[in-house]
C-alpha cells in the first residue's frame, strides 16, 4: 500500500467548485452529463472513469463506472475484467480517452488490455430510470478470453450486509461473513452465490441502496469476493460470449432514488472539545438542494441530561467547495467550562467539552498504544490481550537484483550490498517499526518517526510512561509503566534499526518486505507471518533444524545506496542521539558518529530517489540534505561545520521552502542574524501563498487532491506553521496550527469523527490496521481520512475498513500527529 507522502506545506491543494452540480431545469429529466462528465440527478451520481486503476497497486476499489446513491458511493470498478472475483493485483485495464457520445446524455470510454490484445468501449447513456452499459470490443473475442472477460461491477459489502437480493426472482441473502462456495477443482476460485439471471435486485427492502440490473445479453452472476480475499466486494458480472463484437455486455442499471432527497446536514468540530480561550468554529456541510436554517444553537447538558441553549447565533456562509455548500457557527464567546453540544436543522450533535484540559490527553494513545503495537522484532502484550508474538525474528535475506517489488519497492542492477541475492544478512533483526497495516520496514519512514518524537520531546516534553520495554527479552507490555520515558525507549528502538543498517552495510537500506504475495496479504498477529527461522536452503520446505528451516518466508532487504535515504537516516541519527544522551550515552555516541559519517559521505552527491516506485518517490536529496545539517547542527550546538554548510544550502531553503522550513526555523537560534533575515521573505511568501490556498476550501488547511487521503499533509502544515510563528510572532499567528488540530480531530469533510482512533468523543473506529480483518481499530492510530473521489465527492466510509487511502494507518503519520498535537497543545496554551 501507499505510506506516508513527503508533505509539502502546501503541496496539491484541492479546490473544486462543484463541476458535477446539476441545474434545477434539469432534475427532472432523469441523469444528465455534467461539465465533469459525470451522469447526475438528485440524488445520484454516476462517476465514469475519472478516477483510474493504479499502475502500482492496480484495483484500489476507486475506479471505473461507480454509483453514488444517496450520498454513498456503493459501487465501484464498473469494467471489463478478466476475473470473476479480481485480487489487489489482478490484471485491470489501462484508460485510453472518454468523450462524449453519439447520443444525448452519453459518456464513452476507451479502455484496453494490451498484454492479451483486448481493447474495447463502454458507452454509457442515460435512459429512462437510470443508464445503459454497452460494451463493445474492437475485435471479436477470442476463444482463449471466453470464461474470463466479462463486464464486473463491484458493491459495497458494508451497504448491503443482513440484506435480501433476487436473482430473477429467486431470493438470496448478503452473508455478513464469506461463506463460499468453493469451487472444488483446487483453483481457490469462489463460485456464485446465485447466477443464470437476467435481472438482479440489490436490497429490495431498502429505498437507499436498492439498485437493479438487467442484462440484454449474457446471463447475470453474483459473485462474493470476499472468498478470495477479505477486501474483495459483492461483483455482479457478465460473461462476454466467444466472438462477440458490437453489444457484448448491454446492462440496464436502475438505482433506486428516492423523489427529492436530500443529504442531511453534517456539523463538524473538534471531537476532543475546545479550551476556553481559543477560537471555536464549527462548519456545517450542506446540500445544495436542502432548505438550511439561517442559525445554530450551542446547547450546554446538564447533569440531569437536560439541554440548556447557551448561545443561538446566524451561521456564516462560507461558499461552494466540491458538491457541497458550508456555512460556519461560530461560539468563540461561550468560554464557561462543561460538556455541550450543537442543535441544527432538528439535530443535536454527540457532546464534546469545553475544558482547560481538553487537550490534555489526545497524543499519549498515539504514543503509548499505537506505536507500541506497531513495533517489530518484539512481542507485545497489553493485559490480556496479546497484539503479537516477537515478530521478523528471521530477518533478512538479500533481495535480488533488477527486481521490482509488488509493494513498490526496486532494486537496480547493483545490490550495494556484501550479499549474494537470496543470502541471510545478520544483524538486522532488531528495532523498527512495521510501517503500516502491512507488515514491512520502510527505512525514510522509520527515520521520519525518530525525528517527529525527538522533536517532540525537545520543543514540548512527551513526559509519558505506560509501557515497559525489554529489548534483550524481546518484550514490550502496554499499561505497565518501567519508569523511562515512553517516547526514549521508541526513539531508541527506532535507531536500533538504523544502527543496525548503517553497521552492515555502511548506509541506509530501502527497506525490508516480505518476498511473497500470500505472504505479504498476511492479516493479523505479525509475529506468525513468518515462521522466526533463518532459511537454509538444503533443508525441504516443511523442514526445521537447529534454528532454520526451509521455508523461504524471510523478509528480504531492498539494499540499494540512496543519497536521500542516507541524508534522511542522519538526520534522525543525529536527533535520536540527543534525546538518547543521558539514558543510553554509548548509543547516543555510536549514532552521532554514524550520522557525521553519513552526512559527509552526500556532500555533493545529492541525485536520486529513495527506492520506491510511489508517491512518495523520489524523496528530494537536496531537502534531505537541509534537514539532515540543521539536525547535525542542534546535535553540535552550533558547529562551524554544519553552520557553514547550511549557509551555503540557502538557495535549498529559497527553492523549497515549503519543504524544509520547519527544519530551516529551527536552526535560527544556532545561526547569525544574516541567517533569519535571509528567512524573513521566505515566512512572508508563505503567508501570502497560504492565504491564497486556504481561501478556496472552507476549512483553513491543504486538502489533498491526490489519490491518498492527506491527513498527514495537514497535521505536517500544523507543526510547520507553529514553528514559523514561534519564530516569527510578528507574522505568522496561531491559528493555522489550531485549524489542523480541529480538521483531524473531526472539522472535516464528509462526516465528522477524529481521524485518530479513540481520541475525542466520536472516532475512527473500523480502520486499516493489522487487524482490519476484524473490523477493528489500532487505539492512536492516525487514518488518512477524507479523500476526493474525483471529480467531486469528498469520502470518508465509516464501517469498510479495506480502502488503505482512506483508512490505513502509519507510523510516520501517526508520529506527525503527535508532534503536531502538542504543537496545537503549545498554541491553545497561549489563549487559555
Do not use: C
Not at 454513498?72 to 472518454?98: C, M, N, Y
Not at 438550511?292 to 447533569?303: F, Y
Not at 539494499?559 to 537516516?569: I, R
Amino acid at each position: 500500500m501507499l505510506k506516508r507522502v513527503s508533505v509539502a506545506l502546501l503541496a496539491s491543494v484541492a479546490v473544486i467548485a462543484g463541476p458535477a452540480a446539476v441545474s434545477a431545469q434539469s432534475k427532472d429529466r432523469g441523469l444528465v452529463v455534467t461539465p465533469a462528465e459525470t451522469l447526475e440527478t438528485q440524488g445520484l451520481t454516476v462517476i465514469v472513469d475519472q478516477n483510474k486503476f493504479s499502475p502500482i497497486f492496480f484495483d484500489e476499489k476507486n475506479a471505473g463506472i461507480q454509483i453514488v446513491l444517496h450520498g454513498d458511493r456503493i459501487a465501484t470498478d464498473g469494467a471489463v475484467r478478466l476475473d470473476k472475483t479480481p485480487e489487489q493485483w489482478a490484471q485491470v485495464p489501462a484508460f485510453i480517452s472518454r468523450t462524449r457520445g453519439t447520443e444525448p446524455n452519453q459518456l464513452v470510454v476507451r479502455s484496453d488490455y494490451k498484454t492479451v490484445n483486448l481493447a474495447y468501449s463502454v458507452k454509457v447513456t442515460a435512459e429512462s430510470g437510470g443508464f445503459r452499459i454497452a460494451v463493445d470490443l474492437d475485435q471479436p473475442l477470442p476463444a482463449n478470453l471466453a470464461g474470463k472477460a466479462g463486464f464486473n461491477l463491484d458493491f459495497l459489502p458494508t451497504a448491503y450486509f443482513g440484506k435480501t437480493y433476487l436473482m430473477d426472482a429467486a431470493p438470496g441473502l448478503f452473508p455478513r461473513h464469506p461463506t463460499g462456495p468453493m469451487a472444488k477443482d483446487g483453483s481457490g476460485d469462489p463460485l456464485p452465490l446465485a447466477s443464470g439471471g437476467k435481472a438482479i435486485t440489490l436490497s429490495p427492502e431498502d429505498a437507499m441502496t436498492r439498485v437493479s440490473i438487467t442484462s440484454d445479453t449474457a446471463p447475470i452472476a453474483l459473485y462474493d469476493a470476499r472468498n478470495r480475499a477479505q477486501n474483495g466486494w459483492f461483483v455482479v458480472r457478465s460473461e462476454i460470449p466467444a466472438g462477440a463484437k458490437e453489444n457484448a455486455i448491454v446492462w440496464h442499471v436502475r438505482p433506486n432514488v428516492i423523489k427529492d432527497w436530500v443529504r442531511a446536514p453534517v456539523v463538524s468540530f473538534n471531537q476532543a472539545g475546545y479550551t476556553p480561550g481559543r477560537r471555536k468554529v464549527a462548519l456545517i456541510e450542506l446540500d445544495p438542494n436542502f432548505k438550511a436554517p439561517a442559525d445554530a444553537t450551542l446547547v450546554r447538558l446538564a447533569a440531569d441530561g437536560s439541554q440548556q441553549p447557551v448561545l443561538r447565533a446566524k451561521t456564516q456562509p462560507r461558499g461552494r467547495w466540491t458538491r457541497y455548500d458550508y456555512a460556519a457557527f461560530d461560539f468563540s464567546s461561550v468560554r464557561e467550562p462543561g460538556v455541550y453540544a450543537i442543535a441544527y436543522a432538528g439535530q443535536t450533535t454527540n457532546p464534546f467539552r469545553i475544558a482547560s484540559d481538553a487537550y490534555s490527553r489526545i497524543w499519549q494513545t498515539s504514543l503509548d498504544t499505537f506505536m507500541a503495537e506497531q513495533m517489530d522484532h518484539v512481542g507485545i502484550r497489553e493485559q490480556y490481550r496479546v497484539w503479537s508474538a516477537p515478530s521478523h525474528l528471521d530477518d533478512a535475506r538479500q533481495a535480488p537484483a533488477n527486481h521490482v517489488h509488488f509493494d513498490g519497492y526496486k532494486m537496480g542492477a547493483k545490490l550495494d550490498s556484501p550479499f549474494k541475492a537470496g543470502e541471510h544478512i545478520p544483524g538486522l533483526a532488531v528495532g523498527g517499526w512495521q510501517d503500516a497495516g502491512d507488515y514491512d520496514i520502510q527505512t525514510p519512514e522509520n527515520a521520519s518517526v525518530v525525528r517527529d518524537l525527538v522533536w517532540a520531546r525537545e520543543l514540548f516534553g512527551l513526559d509519558w510512561d505506560e509501557t515497559s520495554i525489554d529489548e534483550s527479552a524481546r518484550a514490550v507490555e502496554i499499561r505497565k509503566p518501567d519508569g523511562v520515558e515512553d517516547a526514549v525507549q521508541q526513539i531508541r528502538h527506532g535507531t536500533l534499526q538504523l544502527l543496525a543498517q548503517y553497521k552492515v552495510f555502511g548506509h541506509a537500506i530501502v527497506g525490508i518486505v516480505d518476498p511473497a504475495l500470500r505472504q505479504y496479504a498476511h492479516l493479523g498477529d505479525s509475529g506468525s507471518q513468518t515462521d522466526g527461522l533463518l532459511y537454509d536452503p538444503k533443508l525441504k520446505p516443511t523442514e526445521r533444524k537447529g534454528g532454520a528451516s526451509g521455508a523461504q518466508d524471510d523478509r528480504w532487504a531492498f539494499t540499494t545506496d540512496y543519497p536521500a535515504n542516507n541524508l534522511t537516516v542522519a538526520g534522525a541519527l543525529a536527533g535520536s542521539s540527543r534525546a538518547l544522551r543521558a539514558s543510553d550515552p554509548a548509543m547516543a555516541a555510536e549514532a552521532l558518529a554514524a550520522a557525521k559519517a553519513l552526512w559527509s559521505k552526500q556532500q555533493g552527491v545529492t541525485a536520486g530517489g529513495d527506492g520506491r516506485d510511489d508517491s512518495s518517490s523520489p524523496r528530494s536529496a537536496e531537502n534531505a540534505n537541509v534537514v539532515a545539517t540543521v539536525e547535525l547542527l542542534l546535535t553540535t550546538n552550533g558547529d562551524k561545520v554544519y553552520a557553514d554548510r547550511l549557509r551555503a544550502l540557502m538557495p535549498v531553503i529559497q527553492r523549497h521552502f515549503e519543504w524544509v522550513g520547519s527544519a530551516a526555523v529551527r536552526a535560527i537560534p544556532l545561526m547569525d542574524a544574516s541567517y533569519r533575515a535571509q528567512l524573513v521573505p521566505l515566512v512572508q511568501a508563505t503567508k501570502a501563498k497560504v492565504a491564497r490556498d486556504m481561501a478556496k476550501n472552507p476549512f483553513g488547511v491543504p486538502i489533498a487532491d491526490g489519490s491518498w487521503a492527506g491527513s498527514n499533509q495537514v497535521v505536517s502544515f500544523g507543526t510547520t506553521m507553529y514553528l514559523m510563528h514561534k519564530a516569527f510572532p510578528e507574522l505568522i499567528g496561531t491559528g493555522y496550527t489550531l485549524d489542523a488540530i480541529d480538521y483531524v480531530l473531526g472539522r472535516h469533510p464528509a462526516n465528522n469523527l477524529s481521524l485518530v482512533s479513540t481520541v475525542g468523543t466520536a472516532s475512527k473506529l473500523i480502520g486499516y490496521g493489522h487487524n482490519r480483518a476484524d473490523y477493528s481499530f489500532i487505539p492512536g492510530g492516525m487514518v488518512p481520512g477524507v479523500l476526493i473521489i474525483k471529480p467531486d465527492f469528498p469520502e470518508a466510509k465509516v464501517d469498510w475498513p479495506f480502502l488503505w487511502f482512506e483508512n490505513e494507518y502509519t507510523v510516520s503519520t501517526t508520529s506527525a500527529y503527535i508532534l503536531a498535537a502538542r504543537a496545537a497543545m503549545a498554541t491553545a496554551a497561549e489563549t487559555p
